[in-house]
């Protein structure tokens, strides 16, 4: 075929395209909803802004100036109504995930995150979720002390440099060994080497940056991720580092099923790592629970379980050094805590929960910051539905921001946009149940984040040893503006530069 016949034929195509997407929208019954012009014809609008890592900030400004539903995509509804999230997340609710998900599995497979089988799913999640019960969870609280122990130590050698510290990179460190040490029985080594070990992070970065813009186009996932699998196999970079120690790892566990781990291998407390709880599972029921599902319950560990934390950790150290008040209140409960003897060195998850200001300050900071930036999609079902008072034809996909959601005046007040841990302390019974049902940084309904008890018990326990033993300050050429972010679906601070010392009258224990 000559030149000018493809161009021809491309030109056609784009064409014939563009009319159908004119057609369509002419004939919508959701025509009139307003948004960006170019969202009306084509995603590209949507992936252009999830590939700047500012469609958070976007969507705000979309329904601040549009209102409660906004168009950000030809079949694509942001809906900033919050009484929208009992209608689409509610208990029973039959929206299903969106076609985004698809993207995060290999063609023809899924995990818990991407399965958009609400039934499978449901079925699926009973087989893990008692390894992430709170209950189950504070079993390793001796783990997570010898990774703090571990931060502790990095941050003290590091702040005789005077130089500042990129915290969020050392946040990230922190999540990785404790998520690894919770989910393998042992710690990946980044608190001990202080940098990306076998490019894992890197790795984790690219695919979840790649999956967030390929979801929007799942035609296009469906031919390219089988290419990049046969041109990239799973053997090299970050990502087969990953996939080469999980595999190590329950092989080990394979072999001694029942044998429990303990710190740095010594004599103190010893539990199960989920690897092996999730090996029984298998053996129990290997037709159901297949040595597949072990894997990708690990690796979803991995991927989410890191990020996620690190952020919401940065956020909270952000915000408190943002407004030096509250971290001197902060600090006051603390050390009042301590002096009493009612915080240990390492304090216990049990002791962080009478830490109500810590509590205030862990909230409000993942209300202001929530890790997930991209609206959570769901699918009209069979029937349509009638949300924010417009009826959706089945079939159209319908999103919650949580960044949305979050910032509601009519929720949180007309300071929404302001960090107030007292919000969550001083509110009146009925705010304070109104806020407690709109805050939800890690999803709602059947389908929120299922490491989330893993999440708070890793911030628990940290930020008082951080608060109590260190002093933190933003560099002068920094400290008077806002921090940069970048991310697809995961909103990371670009840089997160704190000058940090070991504090100097710290209250003893």
Same mark, same amino acid.
């Given at each position: 075929?000559?030149?000018?016949?493809?161009?021809?034929?491309?030109?056609?195509?784009?064409?014939?395209?563009?009319?159908?997407?004119?057609?369509?929208?002419?004939?919508?019954?959701?025509?009139?909803?307003?948004?960006?012009?170019?969202?009306?014809?084509?995603?590209?609008?949507?992936?252009?802004?999830?590939?700047?890592?500012?469609?958070?900030?976007?969507?705000?400004?979309?329904?601040?100036?549009?209102?409660?539903?906004?168009?950000?995509?030809?079949?694509?509804?942001?809906?900033?109504?919050?009484?929208?999230?009992?209608?689409?997340?509610?208990?029973?609710s039959k929206f299903p995930?969106?076609?985004?998900?698809?993207?995060?599995?290999?063609?023809?497979?899924?995990?818990?995150?991407?399965?958009?089988?609400?039934?499978?799913?449901?079925?699926?999640?009973?087989?893990?979720?008692?390894?992430?019960?709170?209950?189950?969870?504070?079993?390793?609280e001796a783990f997570v002390?010898?990774?703090?122990?571990?931060?502790?130590?990095?941050?003290?050698?590091?702040?005789?440099?005077?130089?500042?510290?990129?915290?969020?990179?050392?946040?990230?460190?922190?999540?990785?060994?404790?998520?690894?040490?919770?989910?393998?029985?042992?710690?990946?080594?980044?608190?001990?080497?202080?940098?990306?070990?076998?490019?894992?992070?890197?790795?984790?970065?690219?695919?979840?940056?790649? *999956?967030?813009?390929? #979801?929007?186009?799942p035609t296009m996932n469906? @031919?390219? &991720?089988? !290419?990049?699998? %046969? +041109?990239?196999?799973?053997?090299?970079?970050?990502?087969?580092?990953?996939?080469?120690?999980?595999?190590?790892?329950?092989?080990?566990?394979?072999?001694?099923?029942?044998?429990?781990?303990?710190?740095?291998?010594?004599?103190?407390?010893?539990?199960?790592?989920?690897?092996?709880?999730?090996?029984?599972?298998?053996?129990?029921?290997?037709?159901?629970?297949?040595?597949?599902?072990?894997?990708?319950?690990?690796?979803? *560990?991995?991927?989410? #379980?890191?990020?996620?934390?690190?952020?919401? @950790?940065? &956020?909270? !150290?952000?915000? %408190? +050094?943002?407004?030096?008040?509250?971290?001197?209140?902060?600090?006051?409960?603390?050390?009042?805590?301590?002096?009493?003897?009612?915080?240990?060195?390492?304090?216990?998850?049990?002791?962080?929960?009478?830490?109500?200001?810590?509590?205030?300050?862990?909230?409000?900071?993942?209300?202001?910051?929530?890790?997930?930036?991209?609206?959570?999609?769901?699918?009209?079902?069979?029937?349509?539905?009638?949300?924010?008072?417009?009826?959706?034809?089945? #079939?159209?996909?319908?999103?919650?921001?949580?960044?949305?959601?979050?910032?509601?005046?009519?929720?949180?007040?007309?300071?929404?946009?302001?960090?107030?841990?007292?919000?969550?302390?001083?509110?009146?019974?009925?705010?304070?149940?109104?806020?407690?049902?709109?805050?939800?940084?890690?999803?709602?309904?059947?389908?929120?984040?299922?490491?989330?008890?893993?999440?708070?018990?890793?911030?628990?326990?940290?930020?008082?040893?951080?608060?109590?033993?260190?002093?933190?300050?933003?560099?002068?050429?920094?400290?008077?503006?806002?921090?940069?972010?970048?991310?697809?679906?995961?909103?990371?601070?670009?840089?997160?530069?704190?000058?940090?010392?070991?504090?100097?009258?710290?209250?003893?224990?």
């Amino acid at each position: 075929m000559s030149s000018p016949t493809i161009v021809t034929a491309l030109v056609g195509l784009c064409s014939a395209v563009a009319v159908a997407s004119l057609v369509e929208d002419l004939l919508s019954p959701l025509r009139s909803v307003r948004g960006p012009w170019l969202a009306r014809f084509s995603s590209a609008w949507f992936a252009f802004k999830t590939w700047q890592g500012s469609f958070h900030n976007v969507n705000l400004d979309l329904h601040r100036q549009y209102g409660q539903i906004v168009r950000y995509g030809p079949n694509r509804y942001s809906i900033g109504d919050v009484e929208a999230v009992k209608t689409i997340f509610g208990l029973g609710s039959k929206f299903p995930k969106s076609t985004w998900y698809i993207a995060w599995s290999d063609p023809g497979e899924h995990n818990t995150f991407s399965d958009r089988s609400m039934k499978r799913h449901a079925q699926e999640r009973k087989w893990v979720q008692a390894s992430y019960a709170m209950s189950s969870l504070v079993h390793y609280e001796a783990f997570v002390d010898n990774c703090i122990n571990l931060l502790k130590e990095r941050l003290q050698e590091i702040s005789s440099s005077s130089k500042p510290v990129e915290m969020c990179h050392w946040f990230r460190c922190y999540a990785f060994d404790v998520i690894a040490v919770i989910t393998y029985g042992k710690r990946l080594g980044f608190l001990d080497r202080g940098e990306d070990v076998g490019s894992m992070m890197a790795a984790i970065d690219g695919v979840i940056d790649y *999956n967030s813009i390929t #979801g929007i186009f799942p035609t296009m996932n469906r @031919l390219v &991720a089988p !290419l990049i699998k %046969l +041109l990239s196999p799973g053997a090299g970079g970050g990502r087969g580092s990953l996939t080469k120690f999980t595999k190590a790892r329950t092989l080990e566990a394979s072999a001694n099923p029942e044998e429990p781990m303990s710190v740095d291998g010594g004599d103190g407390p010893q539990a199960l790592p989920q690897l092996s709880k999730f090996l029984a599972k298998h053996a129990a029921d290997p037709d159901n629970f297949t040595s597949d599902h072990v894997d990708q319950q690990c690796l979803v *560990n991995i991927a989410a #379980g890191s990020d996620t934390t690190s952020i919401s @950790l940065s &956020a909270t !150290l952000y915000y %408190l +050094l943002k407004r030096p008040a509250a971290m001197a209140k902060l600090r006051a409960e603390i050390d009042d805590a301590t002096a009493r003897g009612e915080l240990d060195e390492n304090p216990t998850f049990k002791q962080s929960l009478k830490l109500p200001y810590l509590q205030a300050v862990i909230k409000e900071a993942l209300r202001m910051h929530p890790a997930t930036g991209l609206p959570i999609e769901r699918e009209v079902p069979e029937g349509g539905a009638t949300i924010a008072g417009r009826y959706f034809p089945q #079939g159209t996909i319908v999103a919650v921001s949580l960044w949305v959601v979050h910032r509601d005046r009519s929720v949180f007040g007309e300071d929404a946009d302001e960090f107030k841990p007292e919000r969550w302390l001083e509110s009146d019974a009925e705010t304070m149940s109104l806020m407690n049902r709109f805050w939800m940084p890690f999803g709602t309904g059947s389908r929120s984040c299922i490491g989330k008890n893993i999440a708070m018990l890793e911030m628990s326990k940290l930020m008082p040893v951080l608060v109590r033993d260190f002093d933190f300050s933003l560099p002068e050429d920094s400290s008077a503006k806002e921090w940069d972010t970048q991310g697809c679906i995961f909103i990371r601070p670009a840089s997160f530069d704190v000058l940090v010392q070991p504090r100097r009258k710290k209250v003893e224990i």
